[in-house]
């Protein structure tokens, strides 16, 4: 009997523990989440959280007060968006992508990279689309992915040209409406080409990089003038895709901006602060103001399931960022600038 009340002592005594450890690690997990919705995480476990981040990304660094800088960016670029993900009522989310261990300043300069500086513009006068109606299909959804005329994501590197991706896009875009085919064409041509009003990787606007095109007779193919992230001489290519001009969509109307992207994509500036670690949702206009500082192309527009109406646009810091490389933009109000400086290519 002694030996049976002494088994049974034990047996509790091993089920006290089990439910003191059961609730320990219930507490420990609380206050870890705790910790993540306040962007508090602990010196150590964010230091671990760097270390994977860095292993992920294959991020070295040239020495130990290098690292420290950088973790110390990692840190506040973490806990940044560890709080707004815990903000409620949000209705986009970001995430730490490859971009986390660089400065907001930083990132601005190395990849974006609009500056409108036009010199002698010889855009088509008046607004093509002014008297367009939008089919009931055209005034909910539009996608020009879905209709064959948006090559895939591309990356502009470290190189602020997001100028020549976006009036390129557009350009693409025309040509594949105009003749049925979709040709991926040349950053680098004008990149490197188009030098009046444009500034390389420093800098430049989407008109200027259109009068490039028609002043050269034409843009060659992607293949015949890769893209590697840098300004070099310009070559001496034969063009393969023509325009006869580009005009531009009147400012700071979203209605004509609509017009214009349901017959073709369109190269919009826009104000990319707080864009570097976007991953999904509708982006709304109070994560950003109106000075524009980037250049994407809008290729569509819809209605997301909450009933939130978006931009659709076509992004180039690759597949990873973003929801593909594309984002979508509150439509309606202004968001970010999108409609103040928007222009086109024509056929």
């Given at each position: 009997?002694?030996?049976?009340?002494?088994?049974?002592?034990?047996?509790?005594?091993?089920?006290?523990?089990?439910?003191?450890?059961?609730?320990?690690?219930?507490?420990?997990?609380?206050?870890?989440?705790?910790?993540?919705?306040?962007?508090?995480?602990?010196?150590?476990?964010?230091?671990?959280?760097?270390?994977?981040?860095?292993?992920?990304?294959?991020?070295?660094?040239?020495?130990?007060?290098?690292?420290?800088?950088?973790?110390?960016?990692?840190?506040?670029?973490?806990?940044?968006?560890?709080?707004?993900?815990?903000?409620?009522?949000?209705?986009?989310?970001?995430?730490?992508?490859?971009?986390?261990?660089?400065?907001?300043?930083?990132?601005?300069?190395?990849?974006?990279?609009?500056?409108?500086?036009?010199?002698?513009?010889?855009?088509?006068?008046?607004?093509?689309?002014?008297?367009?109606?939008?089919?009931?299909?055209?005034?909910?959804?539009?996608?020009?992915?879905?209709k064959g005329a948006v090559t895939g994501v591309k990356n502009q590197g470290h190189c602020g040209c997001c100028w020549a991706f976006s009036a390129v896009a557009a350009l693409e875009g025309i040509h594949q409406i105009s003749t049925g085919n979709l040709v991926s064409l040349s950053e680098q041509q004008v990149l490197d080409c188009s030098t009046d009003g444009n500034n390389g990787c420093n800098g430049g606007f989407m008109d200027n990089?259109?009068?490039?095109?028609?002043?050269?007779?034409?843009?060659?193919?992607?293949?015949?003038?890769?893209?590697?992230?840098?300004?070099?001489?310009?070559?001496?290519?034969?063009?393969?895709?023509?325009?006869?001009?580009?005009?531009?969509?009147?400012?700071?109307?979203?209605?004509?901006?609509?017009?214009?992207?349901?017959?073709?994509?369109?190269?919009?500036?826009?104000?990319?602060?707080?864009?570097?670690?976007?991953?999904?949702?509708?982006?709304?206009?109070?994560?950003?103001?109106?000075?524009?500082?980037?250049?994407?192309?809008?290729?569509?527009?819809?209605?997301?399931?909450?009933?939130?109406?978006?931009?659709?646009?076509?992004?180039?810091?690759?597949?990873?960022?973003?929801?593909?490389?594309?984002?979508?933009?509150?439509?309606?109000?202004?968001?970010?600038?999108?409609?103040?400086?928007?222009?086109?290519?024509?056929?």
């Open positions: 009997m002694a030996f049976y009340i002494g088994s049974k002592s034990r047996s509790t005594a091993a089920l006290m523990l089990l439910l003191v450890i059961t609730m320990m690690r219930h507490i420990f997990v609380e206050v870890e989440a705790r910790n993540l919705l306040a962007g508090s995480y602990g010196e150590e476990a964010m230091k671990e959280r760097h270390h994977k981040w860095m292993a992920k990304h294959g991020r070295a660094y040239s020495g130990e007060a290098e690292k420290g800088h950088r973790f110390q960016v990692f840190k506040a670029n973490a806990a940044f968006v560890d709080r707004s993900n815990a903000a409620a009522g949000k209705k986009y989310h970001l995430a730490i992508n490859e971009f986390a261990d660089m400065t907001s300043d930083e990132f601005m300069a190395m990849y974006t990279g609009f500056k409108p500086v036009p010199t002698g513009v010889k855009k088509m006068p008046g607004f093509m689309y002014g008297n367009v109606t939008l089919s009931s299909d055209d005034q909910q959804t539009v996608d020009w992915r879905q990089a259109f009068q490039y095109i028609i002043d050269n007779g034409g843009l060659t193919t992607e293949d015949a003038y890769p893209y590697n992230a840098a300004q070099g001489m310009c070559e001496s290519v034969q063009p393969t895709v023509t325009i006869s001009g580009y005009q531009d969509v009147p400012s700071e109307d979203e209605a004509a901006l609509a017009a214009a992207v349901a017959n073709q994509p369109v190269s919009v500036a826009i104000d990319a602060h707080n864009f570097q670690f976007y991953n999904g949702g509708v982006l709304t206009g109070d994560s950003c103001g109106t000075d524009l500082n980037h250049a994407v192309t809008a290729i569509g527009y819809g209605m997301a399931e909450d009933g939130s109406p978006y931009w659709l646009l076509k992004n180039q810091w690759g597949q990873n960022w973003g929801e593909g490389g594309y984002m979508r933009l509150e439509r309606g109000t202004g968001a970010c600038g999108v409609a103040k400086k928007a222009s086109y290519p024509v056929a």
